[in-house]
């Protein structure tokens, strides 16, 4: 069984591969020093790979709200970000939840905060 601190050094590995553009070949040789060999590598990588599609807790296509991805525009007309847009369906309640998220992108888990946030 992997140690606690083993675990913790794949994971900020990891992190550094995926959100700070480090070369897979460095990665994987790291990740199989931490897991011993190649196939403990590969399936520590799968443990602690994010799923999105299986953290979702309000769905994409949720019939009590209206979203939408669209871009945001800079002064000059130039696309600067990319924007989810969030919001109940009742006409009651019209909070709307806006995110631009750009550093690390509009990934599947953030979408879901912003439908849970609009129900709320």
């Known amino acids: 069984m ?9 994971i900020e590995l990891y992190d550094r591969f995926t959100h700070d553009g480090m070369d897979r070949r460095d990665f994987m040789a790291r990740m199989t020093a931490i897991a011993g060999s190649a196939a403990a590598a590969s399936a520590l990588v799968a443990s602690i790979a994010a799923s999105p599609a299986a953290a979702a807790i309000v769905a994409p296509d949720d019939r009590r709200l ?12 130039l696309p600067l970000y990319q924007a989810y847009i969030a919001e109940p369906r009742s006409r009651r309640a019209r909070s709307t939840v806006l995110v631009i998220h750009e550093n ?16 709320a």
């Open 2 to 10: 992997m140690e606690q601190d083993q675990r913790l050094q794949a």
């Open 66 to 77: 209206k979203t939408m991805t669209t871009g945001l525009l800079g002064i000059r007309g």
């Open 104 to 119: 690390r992108g509009l990934n599947a888990h953030i979408k879901d905060i912003a439908r849970r946030l609009a129900l």
